[in-house]
């Protein structure tokens, strides 16, 4: 049996998303990136309801 491969640790988008709160994703690639990484590395799952 092989092990599961890690997921990738990413504690600064948390840190992003949570300093760039008040910014609206739309317009801040900051915030934008870093919801990436949280999506790439399975820490944030997308609302399907959403765009």
């Known amino acids: 049996m092989t092990p ?3 997921r ?3 504690p ?3 840190t992003v998303m ?3 709160i008040d910014c609206a994703l739309c317009v801040c690639p ?3 990136q870093a ?3 949280l ?3 399975k820490r944030l799952v997308p609302d399907s ?3």
Request: with cysteine; glycine share 0%; aromatic share 4%.
């Open 4 to 6: 599961e491969p890690r």
């Open 8 to 10: 990738p640790q990413c």
């Open 12 to 14: 600064w988008a948390h």
């Open 18 to 20: 949570q300093v760039h």
């Open 30 to 32: 900051v915030k934008q």
């Open 35 to 37: 919801k990436l990484r």
């Open 39 to 41: 999506i790439e590395a």
């Open 49 to 51: 309801n959403r765009p």
